[in-house]
């Protein structure tokens, strides 16, 4: 997997869109950027994942740069329960393949 | 979305016994599996692949004859803990992928491991 580079926290208040870096700058083609998030004490929760073009499902947004170096994960209206350790991890979509966790961002959303 | 469903989320045991710990796939049939540990305040770190009918690979430093793993079927795995020390005392974490759907991993819910 490629290395990941993250903030180590941010905060955020609640009702404003939380942006979540995430540098990647040795990725290779065939490899994706997938986030997952961590919740004290819980496995960690899948969010999104995208190859190159920008995406969207109903818990975020990933927008990836046009080199694909970098990427921003982007919660549009962060709640007091999306306050958990968000990892961006670069990896294939092979299904025998592990996933190298870094540190994340400890990401805290004030009331 | 597909379900990874560990067991038990919690186990306190005495040190020098064994605590075997249990992934299930329930939607999905997992060639591969993984293991991950997590101290305190620290990041997940890989322990070892699981592979169904074939021997594990474990990750550099992690004794593979304390922690014994098998993936007897397609949809579990089951890591065992043998002869428990307190330093031991870890969150357990498995994971699988199915190699014929989702290209996400799905998490278990996480076992508490407190030897005593």
């Known amino acids: 997997d490629a290395k990941t580079t993250q903030p180590t926290s941010m905060d955020c208040a609640e009702g404003r869109a939380a942006n979540l870096p995430c540098n990647h700058s040795?990725?290779?083609?065939?490899?994706?950027v997938y986030w997952y998030r961590q919740i004290h004490s819980q496995g960690p929760q899948y969010i999104i994942h995208g190859l190159k073009n920008n995406e969207t499902n109903e818990m975020a947004s990933l927008i990836i740069t046009e080199d694909r170096k970098s990427s921003t994960l982007i919660l549009p209206h962060a709640t007091l329960r999306d306050t958990a350790v968000y990892y961006c991890?670069?990896?294939?979509?092979?299904?025998?393949?592990?996933?190298?966790f870094g540190t994340g961002t400890r990401l805290t959303i004030i009331p | 979305g597909a379900v990874v469903s560990q067991h038990p989320s919690r186990v306190i045991c005495k040190s020098g016994t064994s605590v075997k710990i249990e992934c299930r796939s329930l939607?999905?049939?997992?060639?591969?599996m993984f293991w991950y540990r997590q101290f305190p305040k620290q990041s997940l770190m890989l322990m070892a692949t699981?592979?169904?009918?074939?021997?594990?690979?474990?990750e550099q430093g992690v004794e593979k004859d304390k922690f014994l793993i098998n993936h007897a079927s397609l949809t579990l795995s089951t890591l065992t803990v043998t002869s428990a020390h307190p330093e031991d005392s870890s969150f357990y974490i498995c994971?699988?992928?199915?190699?014929?759907?989702?290209?996400?991993?799905?998490f278990g819910q996480g076992t508490r491991l407190t030897v005593v």
């Open positions: 991890i670069a990896a294939s979509n092979f299904g025998n393949e592990k996933l190298t």
């Open positions: 939607d999905f049939q997992a060639t591969t």
């Open positions: 699981s592979n169904e009918g074939s021997k594990a690979t474990y």
């Open positions: 994971s699988a992928r199915d190699p014929q759907g989702y290209t996400e991993a799905f």
């Open positions: 040795t990725i290779s083609g065939n490899e994706y």
